[in-house]
């Protein structure tokens, strides 16, 4: 061919998540997955941690080479006031850079007058709390230009004026937002050992249609007064009632992109890796191989 | 029912102020005050590992412990006020000079000062240095009009103490060598004015003289190079402003006042 193609202008074209395993990538596997290459279906990243210049380079990189999805803690949708315009902008601008195959965030709150707390704050699950949601959620789908995931959360505490269990809330505004779920098995795990719900009840709850994408993580259990309370710690494998959890889950809602999250206490790639074949052989529904294979 | 705002200002005061919040919640096995305890825990760790990440050197003199400690104080006083934690903790050197439990490390707000304007110059956006040769075009009856704009990474910082050399032993990475060069270091050989940016080559720390510095300030907080110059032995001027050139401390820059004279971004 004489002429060559014209090439559209901007950054490359956004590459869906496949309904296979990937792993949270955090910065001490940058070099390592950047050098050797592993093969991992896809990568999930926290948004905050790329809003400056060095990080997003190495994300450009990252994103040249495996399909990535872009998952924020910090916008606090669950804010009463409203969220921080700044921020949503600089999350557009990572978006419009990335084209990410994925765009998402949880149910949680984190900033009240300006203070950001670090932190996804449990919310209560009443009307008026949907409706802040609802609008938020709105606004970050309408400044992005695409529908977003929200994340059901784990959580240690329940008010006493909550009004809509959890499931029911994020179904709702799944209807009135058009935004779609991430379900993680374990903070389904956390928060109904924690509150004395039913685990397989809350999967049924939700809209399964909706949901498009599964996490997974560690967790570890809290000592002296907050015993026998589950913590949310991404510092360990999955535990064996979370892979069952999550079989579940695969039969309830189907297959989906699965994520292993690690946050804390971050073992080499390869161990991610290997949490990620286990998730890849219950997705190609080879379950009783891999659950041979878990306790090898 | 309480509005929601309301259960989050109160949510805020339980997580910073360790205050028994007027929150209802369901208890259980577990009470209450243990069920925000987790949350108090994750807020402060979470804000002191992004200290940590900014403050390295300044936690490697006091400790784990002691750095912990302080964190907490700096946090409850002053949380953050952006989402991007690599933003967080701009006044962590004025904390610490106001921290008592810190007196006796005399030089410490100086270090968190070097410290925070390197994590500044890390994070800050990108942006190519200006040239000398982009100066060229300039005609000279137009030079006393230059005026710089600041690359993005430069912070210009003075300390009391010789906070570089503390800087660059203490985060030496062999132990041995460390406390050889620590010892090495003169506490009290005086203060040092230094420009901090984030050049082609990565992080650049310089030193500068008093006036050089002075002139380094004039120039980046937008004073036309005529009036800049007005203090300055013209040699001298000339020289510095090569060095900074050199260094990248600038952006780009504009004629005072705006004229017909093509941009900087047109000329190439």
């Known amino acids: 061919m004489a002429v060559a193609a014209v090439q559209p202008a901007g950054g490359p074209r956004p590459a869906p998540i496949p309904a296979v395993a990937g792993i949270g990538l955090r910065a001490p596997h940058h070099a390592e997955l950047l050098e050797r290459r592993p093969a991992v279906g896809w990568v999930e990243v926290h948004s905050e941690n790329y809003l400056s210049e060095p990080s997003f380079t190495v994300l450009e990189q990252v994103r040249a080479r495996y399909p990535v999805s872009l998952h924020s803690v910090g916008l606090s949708l669950g804010s009463a006031e409203g969220i921080d315009r700044r921020h949503l902008a600089d999350l557009t601008t990572l978006a419009r850079r990335i084209e990410p195959g994925l765009v998402s965030e949880h149910l949680a709150w984190g900033a009240v007058d300006h203070d950001f707390l670090a932190d996804l704050l449990p919310l209560p699950l009443t009307e008026e709390s949907l409706d802040v949601v609802c609008r938020n959620v709105s606004e970050v789908q309408d400044a992005l230009g695409r529908p977003i995931l929200m994340e059901n959360p784990s959580t240690y505490l329940q008010f006493r004026h909550s009004t809509i269990p959890e499931p029911e809330f994020l179904g709702a505004l799944v209807a009135r937002t058009g935004c779609g779920l991430i379900c993680d098995i374990n903070n389904v795990f956390v928060s109904a050992t924690n509150h004395g719900w039913d685990a397989q009840q ?5 809209p399964a249609e909706a949901i498009g994408e599964f996490h997974l993580a ?28 999550f079989e579940n889950a695969l039969a309830i809602i ?3 992109p699965t ?3 690690w946050d804390a ?18 997705l190609a529904g080879n379950v009783g191989e891999a659950r041979d294979a878990a306790f090898a | 029912m309480p509005h929601l705002l309301d259960v989050q200002r109160r ?10 919040p007027p929150i209802e919640i369901i208890g259980g096995r577990v009470n209450a005050a243990a069920r925000l305890a987790i949350y108090r825990n994750n807020v402060i760790g979470n804000l002191t590992r992004a200290l940590r990440l900014s403050y390295p050197a300044v936690e490697r003199l006091v400790g784990e412990d002691f750095f912990a400690v ?15 934690l690599n933003q967080y903790g701009a006044g962590f050197a004025d904390f610490l000079m106001s921290f008592e439990a810190a007196a006796s490390v005399s030089y410490l707000a100086d270090v968190a000062r070097l410290e925070w304007a390197v994590s500044r110059a890390l994070h800050a956006a990108a942006a190519s240095s200006l040239t000398p040769d982009a100066l060229r075009e300039v005609p000279a009856e137009r030079q006393a009009d230059l005026c710089f704009r600041a690359h993005p990474s430069l912070s210009l910082v003075v300390v009391n103490y010789p906070a570089r050399a503390i800087w660059e032993a203490v985060l030496t990475a062999d132990a041995e060598e460390r406390s050889d060069r620590l010892a090495a270091v003169d506490i009290g050989s005086g203060g040092e004015a230094l420009a901090v940016l984030r050049g082609d080559g990565g992080l650049d720390v310089v030193g500068l003289s008093d006036a050089a510095f002075a002139f380094a300030g004039m120039l980046t907080s937008g004073r036309p190079l005529g009036e800049a110059l007005e203090d300055t032995a013209p040699d001298d001027a000339a020289c510095w402003l090569a060095d900074f050139l050199a260094h990248g401390f600038f952006a780009d820059f504009s004629l005072h006042p705006e004229n017909a004279l093509p941009q900087h971004g047109t000329m190439s």
């Open chain 1, 254 to 256: 189907g297959r989906r």
């Open chain 1, 259 to 261: 994520l292993i999250e």
């Open chain 2, 70 to 84: 302080a964190a907490q104080r700096f946090i409850v006083a002053s949380p953050p006020g952006v989402a991007d």
């Open chain 1, 202 to 206: 809350y999967l049924r709850a939700l």
């Open chain 1, 218 to 245: 560690g967790h570890s259990e809290a000592d002296g007064d907050a015993a026998p309370l589950l913590l949310d710690t991404h510092d360990r494998r999955v535990s064996p009632q979370v892979w069952s959890l």
């Open chain 2, 11 to 20: 949510f805020r005061s339980a997580v910073l102020a360790d205050a028994s």
């Open chain 1, 265 to 282: 206490a971050i073992p080499p790639l390869r161990v991610l890796q290997e949490e990620a074949a286990l998730a890849g052989r219950r």
